[in-house]
Every structure is written in structure tokens, then in C-alpha cells.
């Protein structure tokens, strides 16, 4: 038996400042978070996908002893958050004018995309691609 229909994705990237990683996401995906309370940050990013933000603290609260703390990983790339978009040179270009920490620039990869990757304040790695062959 496969598993169920998955009705929405969500990625949750645990971050050391809430506050700096919900600006620096903004200028990143150029709009406002769709939820920001104490504790949590998401943007809505397609019709069945989000990205959420979780300070460091808030999760290690929930996952109480049972995994090492998140502080433990800040700036080791954890993840990769790889995002298709119409025009990889686009969001290359916003994410350098804001100050994104640049890995890899725009390159033809073996698998078909053109990808560029950055990294954001907390080391996750964000990568921006463009579908160069079908």
C-alpha cells in the first residue's frame, strides 16, 4: 500500500533569530510572511507549499532531550531548500542585492537545471533552479 496524498508540503527551518531570518526571508521571497506570531514565521510559497520559520529554542522545547539541541548546528548547512522558479536569474540576482551568503553561482547542472545556491543566516542552503531540459 503507498503512502496517502500529501495535501500540503512545509518546510520548517529552525533559526537562532527569528526576527533577522523573517527579514531576510521576506527580501528573499519579496513579501510577508502569511503567518508571524511569537514562535513561528511562514510564507506561503506555492498552492501546496510552505516554508516556516522556528527559533532554535521554541523546537527544542518540543523535542525535549531527545535530539541535540539546534543551537548545536547553527551555520552547518542542515538542509537544502530547492525551489524551481521561471527565472533563475532573477531571484540570483535579489538574492545577492540582500544580502544572501552566495555557495555557488548560476551553473548548468548534469541534471538538467541551471542552479545558483546561497545560504542564509543559520548555514541552511537555499537553492534557486531553472528547468533547462525536459
Given amino acids: 500500500m503507498t503512502m496517502q496524498q500529501i495535501k500540503l508540503f512545509e518546510a ?3 533559526v537562532s533569530d527569528l526576527k533577522a531570518s523573517c527579514e531576510f526571508y521576506q527580501k528573499i521571497f519579496r513579501k510577508a510572511p502569511d503567518l508571524n506570531v511569537p514562535g513561528m514565521t511562514e510564507f506561503i510559497i506555492s498552492d501546496n507549499s510552505k516554508i516556516g520559520l522556528m527559533p ?6 518540543i523535542l525535549s532531550g531527545n535530539t541535540p539541541h539546534p543551537d548545536s548546528g547553527n551555520g552547518i548547512p542542515r ?3 530547492y525551489l524551481v522558479v521561471e527565472d533563475v536569474m532573477l531571484e540570483f540576482e535579489n538574492a545577492i542585492k540582500n544580502g544572501a551568503k552566495l555557495v555557488s553561482p548560476v551553473v548548468d547542472r548534469d541534471w ?3 542552479v545558483c545556491y546561497f545560504s542564509d543566516p ?3 542552503i537555499i537553492a534557486f533552479a531553472e528547468r533547462i531540459s525536459q
Avoid: Q
Avoid at 532554535?56 to 522545547?61: P, R, S
Fill in 112 to 114: 538538467g537545471d541551471k
Fill in 12 to 14: 520548517i527551518l529552525y
Fill in 79 to 81: 538542509c537544502e531548500l
Fill in 56 to 61: 532554535n529554542n521554541g523546537i527544542a522545547k
Fill in 122 to 124: 543559520d548555514g541552511h
